[in-house]
């Protein structure tokens, strides 16, 4: 149950703040937080860094399914594989983020992006809180994966 709640609080924080950008805000329009922090409201057509941002109605329909065939797999492996603690919380925050993002490019045909975060003249990229969420899900991914690795390793020299 502790899952399934944060998984529908962390998409409902992704589509809030995306009701709430796009209500306040006309596309290109940028509000400074920070000197390095922008809302900076963009539709993003393809995925991350903009890539396939020209695939019209078959590329959003072709990304649609992709992203649906992973999180159906990513709900199958919360359901049904045994996870520790940190494995299913970096799988759950990446489905939110998946999701989040599925629910726009499936209903609006665009990601809603927002965050920019820059240095000087340079801009990473803008992106939004599912995006957020899945890069979260991969770090604690990855930080676990390390740590158990390196438990591991050290009882064997123990």
């Known amino acids: 149950m502790k899952k399934i709640i944060l998984l529908v609080s962390l998409i409902f924080t992704d589509q809030l ?89 499936s209903f609006r045909g665009h990601v809603i992006d927002f965050i920019n975060f820059y240095y000087e003249n340079y801009s990473f990229y803008i992106f939004n809180f599912a995006d957020s969420f899945i890069t979260i899900g991969v770090i604690i991914y990855i930080l676990d994966i390390v740590i158990s690795k390196l438990r591991l390793n050290g009882n064997k020299t123990s």
């Open 17 to 105: 703040s995306k009701y709430l950008i796009v209500k306040n805000f006309s596309i290109g329009e940028s509000l400074n937080l920070l000197p390095i922090l922008d809302i900076y409201l963009i539709l993003n057509t393809g995925i991350a860094f903009s890539l396939f941002d020209d695939g019209g109605d078959l590329g959003r329909w072709i990304l649609v399914t992709l992203v649906s065939f992973v999180c159906l797999y990513l709900v199958y492996i919360l359901v049904f594989e045994t996870l520790n603690k940190y494995e299913s919380l970096a799988l759950l925050f990446i489905l939110s983020g998946g999701i989040g993002n599925l629910i726009d490019r």
